[in-house]
């Protein structure tokens, strides 16, 4: 079946440094979705890229979805302590744009005041 | 305000004694859908709903039902829980369709001994 994978699992950082993780899958994805998820907390969704090389912006978050839609990034502008959390992202399984969807395993990020 | 119920919140129950899990949503969602998420193991779907009466299984059903009665609930069935179960549960809700942000309960912490 697909496979979403991600790095790394985990990253510690200093307060002002940039942060990425990686999502890579074993299929071509319809779309590409990125979720944050504080520690205790529930995942929230952040953003869904559908089209090849498309890159979005959300003020210091920057996502890119790979030219053959199979891998994705999320960059992080100077990290703040807030931005603490575990980073996943999921694709829909079998080139569907909806329904059965994979998560990868998620980036465990620490960001040190 | 856009909400997804999950209940119970916490659950300690004994192995074989059925339980349900349910989940409420109040935007007239038409997607819904059930993960676990244990550590390591990042978030795994269950089961997933694209409309009333209409489910399909997700990467993990084993052990698991669900029932799509009524647009706005989508609750988890545990016939005979193990042990193997105990795990946090998150259910998730979303309009089809590209790029709609999808919305996730609280979640529901359940052992099983």
């Known amino acids: 079946g697909q496979q979403v994978m991600q790095i790394p699992q985990y990253q510690h950082v200093q307060e002002g440094e940039d942060f990425t993780t990686y999502c890579n899958s074993s299929?071509?994805?319809?779309?590409i979705q990125w979720y944050k998820q504080r520690p205790g907390g529930h995942p929230v969704f952040l953003i869904q890229l559908v089209k090849s090389g498309e890159v979005k912006k959300q003020k210091r978050l920057t996502f890119q979805f790979g030219e053959a839609k199979k891998n994705s990034s999320l960059h992080i502008t100077a990290t703040q302590t807030t931005d603490v959390g575990t980073y996943f992202c999921?694709?829909?399984?079998?080139?569907?744009?909806?329904?059965?969807?994979?998560f990868g395993q998620g980036t465990i990020l620490t960001v040190h005041p | 305000e856009a909400q997804v119920t999950q209940n119970p919140r916490y659950l300690i129950t004994v192995t074989g004694k059925k339980l349900t899990v349910t989940c409420s949503q109040n935007m007239n969602h038409e997607y819904m859908s059930w993960y676990r998420q244990d550590p390591g193991l990042g978030l795994r779907q269950i089961y997933y709903?694209?409309?009333?009466?209409?489910?399909d299984k997700g990467d993990v059903p084993e052990g698991y039902k669900v029932s799509r009665k009524e647009k706005r609930n989508f609750p988890l069935i545990l016939e005979s829980p193990s042990p193997n179960q105990t795990s946090l549960y998150f259910c998730a809700s979303s309009r089809l369709g590209v790029g709609n942000t999808i919305y996730f309960g609280e979640g529901s912490w359940l052992t099983v001994v």
């Open positions: 999921a694709g829909p399984a079998g080139g569907t744009s909806y329904g059965k969807l994979t």
């Open positions: 709903s694209m409309n009333v009466e209409v489910t």
């Open positions: 299929t071509t994805l319809s779309n």
